[in-house]
């Protein structure tokens, strides 16, 4: 028999858990169960599972399980009493649950609330007492105490039907669909329904399924199958006994292979069918004499089958990576050191001597070297048996002859310490030691040894391997290039080398994969020893405290301080694997590792761990993480059991959140450890309670990722939530916008109001100008107008006072030279006055004017009176209409001078309506002719129209005249 055959049956004799491949989880009230009575389970589509006891509803949340209240919507909260007899999900994800006495209840997953339908709000149900219920044809089909009710979720819709007699499931198969009924099998195709009836009352149809054109039918009293247009009840054979009248409760097919559900004995295989036969056999042997059966279902995802139970419920899983931990008798308390495979079976090196594993026939037993101390290190495969290097050296073994040393003149070094061996060239072996560092040549062809010392090695060989023809790689405290040519040892010069132990080397798929004591797998070029990668805890080994490194079919396996992991050399992926797969320990230190055809073996300090690869899977697949419960702020808001929350927009006050979290894995609740990360920062464990709390969020965006490791299989997609936290009114972007868009029109309105501004000023320093450009043209024209007449009269006088030659004459001269210098002066005084700016008030003007007419009346003899305001605002008067306002007042006293014959003159200034009012009034003869004042009236109007001013001439009561000026200030 070849090897391979012997070690794949040796692993069908270590353990029944390879031959079927399954491993079964229970669970009961020890786990959270409200109820050991389990009537009901499923698995929907997110991968929750549901569990329906004889006193209510149950989930599971990655830990244990949890009560549900479904009449208040609350989970983790026991409601009141009710039995759960059915589950079934619609096309939109919606869990529908049959009740005993209470009908039925739906968790709808878009608005994550329950809802109740019973006889009282919904009277088309019938009846509150509920069979089951199932999903088929679009339709869910509630199997009531009064007969069959159909829904239609998707759109509302009731159909009543008149089946009395329970229950539905609708299957097709290719053209047909087979409706099954309690009692009846309705067959419809394109042109005719038949219709097969069970072949007494009292037996009725509980489930079917549909393998190979074949119609396979659960009853209370057996199976009936529907094939080719034969119906029949089929005979039951497990184990050597006949089981026909059993009670099977459900059929279905996973993995290919049709399994039934029996009540007293658990879930079996269907192996083949003969003669109507069923040929089955157990997948669970450990079942108790007194333990019922009730439902089954299946999670076709995970390869999971879910069996309800009187003792809780059983959960299978068909697809395990096949460990079985093979354990050496206490007594020899050895600790494996190496492994190598033979055609009689294998044998393993160990702290105690040989020990060998014969399987040849159907049983294991154990021989080993008696009264030995040897520490076996090396099995090496050499003529008719091997050579075992030792403690003490080389030895021969042979299967007939037994244990022997080696003839010293083969091998002179009886004492050398052997640590490993390796092929090199043709006939040539390497046997080499860790604690001498020493290698040991031998040359078979020759039959002669060569031993070659290394002292930069220090004692610290692990491993070798060939790099080319003519070199070898060394591993220990480094790196190192032994040339077989010229028999010298150089050390790698890469530093990061130089700090690292080395515990084993493998040369796959053209790359060298060495393993660390404490920094993992480096992946190295074959040509130059480079490193090309490196693989550590962050992407995804157990530990970085690496041992062993075999290579295997599905990819390198490597043993650690944690477990056994497999990498994919292509990929790179990795996949850990813990005691809970079957073996012993987490740590396997420096123990020796083999493989032959299937089979992987690792030593532990107890036995040994054997793989069988073709029942391993490259990845596990990963349970789902879903947020069952969100916490905001002071309210409490529970999110789908389904995942639908992928974000979550919350207000500035909302930031204090409470998340908890449920890992669906109920298979191995020891891996529903979740991690998580926000932002992309560091992986952070949850904690075992599953809670996940936020206090104090700023506003921004939080993506929250979630993960089973803190270095997830970056090849699959980690389930997230998007938080997002809006900010105040006062910190949004649109406030933002509008202060930015206010402060632009603000600055807009500043700028326009100082360069206006600024453009006034320069107009007025413009007006200025040009006014005090126009005021010396006036000065000029009025020196030219007024005074010019009384320069020249001053020459004429001074001419003719030169010649006159009388007293008299001279006398009159100097009168009218003294009146004419008078007069030019003080023309020369309104002129000035005029002029200067800082006279540019309305109080300048109103004193001015009152001292010019004290001025001219007074030396006249006329009684004057002068009114003005007691308080005279602060006002500009621009200095041309100061003059011409003057000006029309010097007018119109000049015209009381020269024309009214009076002796007093009333003078009255009054500031009314923003206008300033001057009123002459004199007691002299008054207008005779409307043309008297004809000239000087022109004159003044003119002068003020360009003001908006007005002048109003006319007789007084006194019987003079009254001027008065009215100019808007």
Request: hydrophobic letters at 35%; one cysteine or more.
């Amino acid at each position: 028999m070849k090897p391979v055959v012997v070690l794949i049956l040796t692993c069908i004799i270590l353990s029944p858990r390879i031959l079927f491949g399954t491993k079964i989880t229970s669970y009961s009230t020890a786990h959270g169960l409200d109820n050991n009575n389990v009537y009901s389970s499923y698995v929907d589509r997110s991968g929750i599972l549901w569990v329906g006891t004889e006193t209510g509803l149950n989930y599971f949340d990655g830990k244990g399980f949890q009560p549900v209240d479904m009449k208040n919507n609350r989970f983790g909260v026991k409601g009141n009493p009710v039995v759960i007899q059915g589950i079934c999900e619609d096309e939109s994800g919606n869990v529908y649950f049959g009740t005993y006495d209470q009908g039925v209840y739906v968790f709808h997953t878009s608005s994550n609330q329950f809802q109740n339908f019973n006889i009282r709000n919904t009277p088309w149900i019938g009846s509150n007492q509920i069979f089951n219920v199932n999903y088929s044809g679009g339709m869910v089909h509630f199997a009531t105490a009064n007969g069959l009710v159909s829904y239609r979720s998707s759109v509302n819709q009731t159909c009543l039907s008149e089946d009395k007699t329970g229950g539905v499931k609708t299957i097709k198969c290719a053209n047909r669909n087979y409706e099954i009924h309690e009692t009846s099998i309705i067959e419809q195709t394109k042109a005719t329904a038949n219709t097969y009836k069970l072949n007494y009352e009292k037996d009725f149809f509980s489930d079917a399924d549909i393998l190979n054109d074949t119609l396979f039918c659960s009853a209370k009293c057996g199976v009936h199958l529907l094939t080719n247009n034969h119906f029949f009840k089929s005979q039951i054979f497990l184990n050597g006994r006949t089981i026909s009248n059993d009670y099977f409760l459900g059929i279905g097919t996973i993995n290919n292979r049709k399994y039934l559900l029996s009540y007293l004995d658990g879930v079996l295989w269907i192996d083949s069918i003969k003669n109507q036969t069923l040929y089955c056999s157990a997948l669970d042997s450990q079942i108790d004499n007194d333990m019922n059966f009730t439902s089954v279902s299946k999670d076709e995802r995970n390869k999971t089958l879910l069996v309800s139970t009187n003792k809780g419920i059983r959960i299978y899983e068909l697809n395990e990576p096949a460990f079985t931990q093979l354990s050496l008798p206490q007594h020899l308390a050895a600790s494996v050191m190496c492994i190598h495979p033979t055609k009689f079976g294998f044998y393993l090196g160990s702290q105690k001597g040989l020990i060998k594993i014969d399987t040849l026939e159907s049983k294991i037993s154990f021989k080993h070297q008696e009264n030995s101390e040897e520490f076996v290190n090396v099995i090496y495969p050499y003529n008719n048996g091997f050579i075992i290097g030792s403690h003490s050296g080389l030895h021969f073994n042979s299967e007939t002859s037994g244990f022997s040393s080696l003839p010293k003149e083969l091998i002179p070094f009886k004492t050398f310490p052997i640590q490993g061996f390796l092929e090199c060239g043709s006939k040539k072996v390497v046997f080499y030691d860790h604690h001498t560092s020493s290698l040991l040549f031998w040359y078979q062809a020759e039959e002669r040894v060569e031993e070659i010392k290394i002292p930069i090695l220090q004692g610290t060989l692990q491993s070798i391997i060939n790099l080319s023809k003519n070199t070898l790689l060394l591993a220990g405290r480094g790196l190192f290039i032994f040339d077989l040519t010229s028999k010298k040892c150089t050390r790698l010069n890469d530093k990061r080398f130089q700090d690292l132990f080395f515990t084993d080397l493998i040369s796959a798929n053209h790359k060298i994969y060495a393993s660390t004591f404490s920094s993992g797998i480096y992946i190295l070029n074959p040509a130059d020893a480079d490193i090309l990668q490196i693989l550590n805890q962050e992407n995804g080994l157990l530990s970085n405290a690496v041992y062993n490194l075999q290579p295997g079919r599905k990819g390198i396996w490597y043993s650690s301080s944690e477990g056994i992991g497999l990498l994919d050399s292509n990929t790179l992926q990795i996949q850990g694997y813990a005691p809970s797969e079957g073996f012993k320990h987490t740590n396997f230190d420096f123990r020796g590792s083999a493989s032959a055809g299937n089979t992987i073996f690792f030593g532990q300090k107890d036995g040994l761990a054997l793989i069988n690869e073709t029942n391993i899977t490259k990845t596990r697949v990963k349970p789902n993480i879903i947020i069952t419960q969100i916490g905001i702020t002071s309210l409490n808001h529970f999110t789908s059991l389904h995942g639908s929350y992928h974000t979550l927009q919350l207000k500035h006050n909302e930031n204090n959140l409470l998340l908890k979290l449920v890992s669906t894995d109920y298979l191995h609740p020891e891996y529903n450890s979740i991690f998580y990360r926000i932002n992309q920062s560091s992986w952070l464990p949850v904690g075992k309670d599953h809670v996940l709390a936020f206090n104090e969020l700023s506003p921004g965006c939080y993506q929250l990722e979630f993960s089973h490791h803190p270095y997830p299989d970056h090849s699959q997609q980690t389930p997230s939530l998007l938080i997002t936290i809006l900010p105040p009114w006062y910190q949004s972007t649109w406030f933002y916008i509008v202060m930015v868009f206010s402060a632009g029109i603000l600055l807009f309105l500043v700028l326009r109001y100082y360069y206006r501004t600024r453009l006034k000023q320069q107009q007025l320093v413009i007006e200025k100008l040009q006014a005090v450009n126009q005021e010396r043209q006036r000065i000029s024209a009025d020196i030219h107008d007024d005074m010019g007449g009384n320069v020249a009269a001053i020459n004429m006088l001074s001419s003719s006072l030169l010649k006159a030659q009388q007293e008299e004459d001279r006398t009159l001269s100097f009168e009218e030279l003294t009146y004419h210098s008078s007069q030019l002066s003080q023309k020369i005084k309104d002129v000035v006055w005029a002029s200067k700016f800082e006279n540019d008030t309305l109080e300048s003007l109103i004193l001015y004017i009152r001292q010019h007419i004290t001025r001219q009346l007074d030396p006249l003899g006329f009684e004057l009176q002068f009114t003005i305001p007691d308080q005279i605002p602060v006002l500009e008067m621009p200095g041309e209409k100061r003059k011409n306002i003057f000006y029309s007042v010097k007018e119109a006293v000049t015209n009381i001078i020269k024309h009214s014959g009076a002796n007093l003159v009333t003078t009255t200034v009054q500031l009314v309506d923003h206008q300033i009012m001057i009123i002459i009034i004199d007691n002299g003869n008054g207008l005779k002719q409307k043309t008297e004042f004809g000239n000087g009236l022109l004159l003044m109007k003119k002068r003020l129209e360009s003001y908006h001013g007005t002048v109003e001439i006319s007789n007084s009561t006194e019987g003079g005249v009254r001027v008065c000026l009215c100019v808007p200030l």
